[in-house]
């Protein structure tokens, strides 16, 4: 069974920043492309970036482009999320999730094409 444990949010004023940490357990962490979305209240869940399994492939929803990072460190079995000049519009539970199939990309934005998911961590930006 494979999880997925999110950490490093909190409450951060505008124009901080944050670094959110996905550690997954799994021998097979360097096959799955990942990705991080996020779910404000009284909102649908929405993609905000992604990785590819080699880690050379990085994706990001235009409302973030600029501003976040997405990395991982296969040794560490870690995905990661640097959120820079952060704003009160992305406050919101932030979750990471593994792809379905391995060695694959897909459609990154697709959250159909991710089979797991962690619990979330949240994130809230002050005015």
């Known amino acids: 069974q494979v999880q997925l444990v999110e950490s490093g949010g909190g409450l951060v004023q505008a124009g901080g920043s944050l670094r959110l940490s996905c550690a997954a357990s799994?021998?097979?962490?360097?096959?799955?492309?990942m990705g991080w979305f996020r779910q404000a209240p009284g909102k649908e869940r929405e993609f905000v970036a992604g990785i590819s399994y080699g880690g050379s492939r990085t994706y990001y929803a235009d409302s973030v482009k600029g501003r976040f990072t997405v990395s991982r460190d296969n040794a560490k079995n870690t995905v990661y999320l640097q959120m820079n000049s952060l704003k009160p519009a992305d406050t919101a539970d932030y979750y990471c999730?593994?792809?379905?199939?391995?060695?694959?990309?897909?459609?990154?934005?697709?959250?159909?094409?991710?089979?797991?998911w962690g619990q979330g961590t949240q994130v809230t930006v002050s005015s």
């Open positions: 799994g021998r097979t962490f360097t096959e799955y492309s």
């Open positions: 999730a593994r792809k379905t199939k391995g060695l694959w990309v897909g459609v990154m934005t697709a959250s159909s094409e991710y089979a797991y």
